[in-house]
């Protein structure tokens, strides 16, 4: 242990996996540690099931009903991945898919009073879909198209509107959208969480519509992805691919050693390992971190796949914070024995959002009601942390809580953050790949 290393991570997140991963491949000799017993610090799977009835001190046993223990795998945080998004390009250069197998997800609904619709997606299913009346349907034919041709670094297909200057209201404007469209659109296409996106430059949000229709295209019936056996799959997968890192779980963590402002090691069962810089999780830095709000998330287990999805086995439902009176949205993420994540049979539904008020299982009442009967649920309501300052005097590089949304871009938002205030460089896939294949060879 009484080793110098370049880089010391503490927890096995799937932030801290993904950083560790990119640093080994940058050549930096990297040691990473773990408190827990177990792969994914917040962002665990847990199985068997017993262990989840423990860990939210759930009374007894599971019943008989819910099938054996062992063939449940079962996340603590819910989130599928965008089929052309950013860590599915994180996944593919350090070359993680080969430990992994993912399923495409069987639908993307949206609620609109009271009621779920299949989100539409392509010309075709704008075009049947009853979310839209027959003019309202054109025009946002037309919208389609224009995301569709539009590119930021080509003004012919700007049509007029300034990507950097013009808000994203004008544009809807100018299509003449109503407002149930300008809400599926900015929530179920661009995965916006509030509105307050409408008064910012478009370019960012016509982009993240394209990024779902490009995701979509890839596979068909909706642009996520899901790894079998669970999200607890990721981090691991990470461990696995990553050449010349050191992984040590079970380590208790005693003390971060900071001289002069600057962190300069990490010391565990009375060995000190040195470092010139540190990746966290806030859980090991609780002094460096502050709340900026709270996650509410219900696992809850059911016995049929959910009304009006076509009895899919695995879906996400977007709840726009219009339809229910809210600033945020509210979503659900289904899968099921699918995804050898549930004994057969049997469907677990996870329902998150952000907290707005002193009672937070109210406010997720519209999602449970699309869920009834519901056989058991878990909740658990946990705190949103940031780090305080960059870690640029510290080098203590700490990532986000995982946030409320179901999918992994902001995370990976938080990954590219985190490499840029270590290295001083944006992170650059490309970049990234060429250096794999100087050291590892091509294939």
């Known amino acids: 242990m009484n080793e110098e290393y370049d880089v010391i991570v503490l927890g096995t997140g799937l932030t801290e996996c993904i950083l560790s991963g990119i640093m080994s491949v940058n050549g930096k000799k990297v040691l990473h540690m773990d408190r827990n017993p177990y792969y994914g610090g917040e962002s665990a799977s847990i199985t068997p099931l017993e262990d989840l009835y423990k860990r939210f001190k759930i009374p007894g046993a599971p019943p008989a009903s819910m099938g054996r223990g062992r063939d449940w795998n079962v996340d603590l945080i819910p989130k599928f991945l965008m089929a052309n998004g950013q860590l599915v390009k994180m996944l593919l250069y350090t070359e993680v898919t080969r430990y992994l197998d993912f399923k495409v997800t069987e639908g993307s609904f949206v609620y609109k009073g009271g009621k779920i619709y299949k989100v539409p997606s392509t010309e075709?299913?704008?075009?049947?879909?009853?979310?839209?009346?027959?003019?309202?349907?054109?025009?946002?034919?037309?919208?389609?198209?224009?995301?569709?041709?539009?590119?930021?670094?080509?003004?012919?297909?700007?049509?007029?509107?300034?990507p950097k200057k013009t808000a994203m209201r004008e544009v809807y404007k100018k299509f003449d959208l109503g407002q149930d469209v300008i809400d599926f659109t900015g929530h179920a296409l661009a995965l916006y969480r509030t509105d307050d996106y409408l008064d910012q430059p478009c370019c960012e949000t016509i982009n993240r519509i394209k990024l779902y229709s490009e995701s979509l295209a890839r596979y068909g019936k909706s642009p996520y992805l899901y790894p079998l056996y669970g999200l607890g799959e990721l981090p691991?997968?990470?461990?696995?691919?990553?050449?010349?890192?050191?992984?040590?779980?079970?380590?208790?963590?005693?003390?971060?050693?900071?001289?002069?402002?600057?962190?300069?090691?990490?010391?565990?069962?009375?060995?000190?390992?040195?470092?010139?810089?540190?990746?966290?999780?806030?859980?090991?830095?609780?002094d460096r971190v502050e709340k900026v709000g709270q996650v509410i998330r219900v696992i809850c287990i059911l016995s049929h796949p959910i009304k009006n999805t076509n009895d899919a086995n695995s879906c996400q439902i977007i709840i726009p914070q219009n339809q229910v009176n809210r600033k945020s949205d509210i979503y659900v993420c289904m899968i099921?024995?699918?995804?050898?994540?549930?004994?057969?049979?049997?469907?677990?539904?996870?329902?998150?959002?952000?907290?707005?008020?002193?009672?937070?299982?109210?406010?997720?009442r519209p999602a449970l009601e699309l869920l009834e009967p519901i056989e058991q649920k878990?909740?658990?309501?946990?705190?949103?942390?940031?780090?305080?300052?960059?870690?640029?005097?510290?080098?203590?590089?700490?990532?986000?809580?995982?946030?409320?949304?179901?999918?992994f871009e902001t995370t990976c938002d938080d990954i590219k953050n985190i490499y840029k205030r270590m290295t001083g460089s944006e992170f650059d896939f490309e970049e990234m790949k060429r250096k794999k294949n100087d050291i590892y060879g091509e294939d």
């Open 236 to 286: 691991q997968g990470f461990a696995s691919a990553i050449y010349g890192g050191t992984y040590m779980l079970n380590k208790p963590i005693e003390e971060i050693i900071v001289q002069n402002g600057k962190v300069i090691g990490v010391k565990s069962e009375g060995e000190v390992a040195r470092c010139k810089q540190l990746i966290c999780d806030p859980s090991y830095v609780k």
């Open 336 to 364: 099921s024995s699918a995804h050898n994540v549930a004994a057969q049979g049997k469907y677990i539904a996870i329902v998150s959002t952000t907290v707005e008020t002193k009672e937070p299982e109210k406010e997720i």
């Open 124 to 162: 075709a299913e704008a075009l049947a879909s009853s979310l839209m009346g027959l003019f309202e349907k054109r025009r946002f034919r037309k919208f389609l198209v224009y995301v569709a041709n539009f590119d930021e670094k080509d003004p012919r297909t700007f049509e007029g509107i300034d």
């Open 378 to 407: 878990f909740v658990s309501i946990s705190d949103l942390l940031v780090p305080k300052d960059l870690g640029t005097e510290s080098q203590i590089f700490i990532s986000r809580t995982y946030d409320a949304t179901t999918h």
